[in-house]
């Protein structure tokens, strides 16, 4: 499950309405998948830019990956045993010399099926 899930630049704070639809979107497919697959796991990624510091940005991706977290489990009631959450900080990018609009898409979050 690839979770669209965009940041405002340097914080936790989602970009927009399409990343909250977004999100919605996978805690049903996860709460779905836990009904008729028990054991199912999935891994929260935080992801940064390659802007800013390699510090800051390890830091940032922790963060997104822990409210994408909070989020499912304290909005969504998505069981907390069913996720992990890491930061990847800006080691992933898709497009590690972009413009603004391809450096957006680094500042994501995906949910993985791990299990």
């Given amino acids: ?38 054991g199912t796991q999935f891994s929260i990624e935080g992801h940064a830019s390659t802007e800013g510091t390699r510090e800051f940005n390890g830091t940032l991706s ?24 890491t930061g990847y900080g800006q080691d992933y990018p898709m497009y590690p010399n972009g413009n603004e609009q391809q450096l957006q898409q680094d500042r994501r979050v995906l949910v993985v099926r791990t299990r």
């Fill in 1 to 38: 499950v690839t979770l669209p899930v965009l940041f405002i630049k340097e914080t936790a704070d989602l970009l927009d309405i399409e990343s909250r639809v977004a999100l919605e979107q996978v805690a049903r497919v996860i709460l779905a998948l836990h009904g008729t697959t028990p």
């Fill in 62 to 85: 922790v963060a997104r990956a822990q409210r994408i977290y909070d989020e499912l489990t304290k909005r969504y009631g998505v069981p907390a045993e069913l996720l992990t959450a």
